[in-house]
């Protein structure tokens, strides 16, 4: 990780940012605050979203550059189900 926030040059001690973000995705549980709504942002971790572009995120907060993948939540055809799997019923 400190290689490639390295080779783009967006941290001047990329060694430090590579600590801090192995510190913030290991163990790999992400923090949920219960009863508060879901946020995979940039800014803030609680827990996340359905339709929320994980990866876009964690390539983003890993390699401390705009990472883009051009999924949003738009690009969902169907909204998931309310209930847990939170599968969309067949169409």
Known sequence: MASVV?????????????????????????PYTIG?????????????????????????FATNTPFTLGITKESVTSNPSRTFPYVPAAS
């Open 36 to 60: 508060t709504p879901g946020c995979l942002g940039f800014a803030e971790w609680n827990g996340r979203a359905m339709t929320d572009n994980a990866p876009e995120v964690m390539f983003s």
């Open 6 to 30: 390295r080779a783009y040059g967006t941290s001047q001690d990329p060694d430090a940012y590579a600590s801090v973000v192995v510190d913030a995705i290991l163990p790999n549980l992400l």
